[in-house]
């Protein structure tokens, strides 16, 4: 994956930064927690693993607020949403709770845009609801089952009981080594921006729940892509992929480019040089998609 240098800046662990969040009430113990800013056609923006709403939202707000209604979530189970355990880790569970909040928000036919597993519940939501859907756009999505090293990393804290003891003890031994070294690995072969270092609020991301949360996304795509993968040729809605040239985290001519040819409105752009997170990088060519999707959507 390359070294990971002494160049890289030193990560704020806090949750200080935190951007403040309105929460949804979907029921039996769950919760969507979501930032809602600007005023146009909706967007909703849907980080990957091992991150939060702020991702999303230090890479792409600033440049979308103006235009844009952004509606911006934690992910199932993740930062500070909620989900029931061993039932709503699937992708495809995932969208249909972020629909119901929508509807509950009076959220009408958004574009979605969502990034490496955010990029796959959003292929999973515009596959569930077209009819509630103006467009996608998918960056660097997961698009098919493969062996990932998070189903390793993770996996094994999917397992009931086993998982919250492990999960705990884990939290407290190697996950404050672990997770520090995955956060700028990700961003490989690009270095963490400073901004992100100091504004995302890591601790958002991380503790025994939402790792155990990251344990089950993981197992959870063998079954679920395999359905995605047989259902992306009855897709109604338009949808936009990007990938990096360089991503060392989702190989994106073997997710995204084929999974563009198998979509009948889909088209695939490669962002020559950049990494897997590259809406921090290439911020220009991730609105221009969105304006595309949405001229298609008026």
Request: hydrophobic share 45%; proline share 7%.
């Amino acid at each position: 994956m390359g070294l990971i240098t002494s160049r890289q800046p030193a990560l704020d662990l806090s949750a200080d930064s935190a951007v403040p969040r309105r929460t949804v009430d979907l029921g039996e113990g769950r919760r969507l927690a979501y930032a809602d800013v600007g005023d146009g056609p909706p967007l909703v923006l849907i980080h990957g693993t091992l991150l939060a709403l702020e991702d999303m939202w230090i890479a792409l707000g600033h440049s979308l607020a103006p235009h844009y209604r952004i509606i911006v979530v934690d992910r199932p189970g993740h930062g500070l949403s909620t989900r029931r355990r061993l039932v709503d880790a699937s992708p495809w569970r995932q969208a249909t709770l972020i629909h119901e909040a929508l509807q509950a928000l009076g959220v009408e036919r958004p574009i979605l845009v969502g990034h490496s597993f955010g990029g796959t519940v959003a292929l999973c939501h515009g596959l569930l609801f077209p009819e509630h859907t103006a467009g996608l756009l998918a960056l660097a999505p997961l698009c098919f089952p493969e062996i990932r090293v998070e189903q390793i990393l993770f996996g094994p804290r999917f397992t009931p009981g086993l998982g919250e003891a492990v999960g705990s003890f884990l939290a407290e031994t190697t996950d404050p080594a672990l997770l520090p070294l995955l956060w700028r690995a990700i961003f490989l072969p690009q270095i963490m921006p400073e901004t992100v270092a100091k504004e995302f609020p890591f601790a958002l991301a991380s503790g025994p729940e939402r790792m155990i949360a990251e344990g089950e996304d993981a197992l959870s795509v063998w079954t679920a892509l395999s359905r995605a993968a047989l259902s992306y040729g009855t897709c109604r809605v338009p949808v936009g992929i990007l990938g990096g040239t360089a991503d060392i985290v989702v190989n994106n001519a073997l997710h995204g480019a084929v999974a563009a040819r198998a979509i009948p409105q889909a088209s695939f752009d490669w962002v020559p040089g950049a990494g897997h997170m590259l809406h921090h990088f290439h911020q220009d060519a991730v609105v221009d998609a969105i304006d595309r999707l949405a001229g298609r959507a008026r």
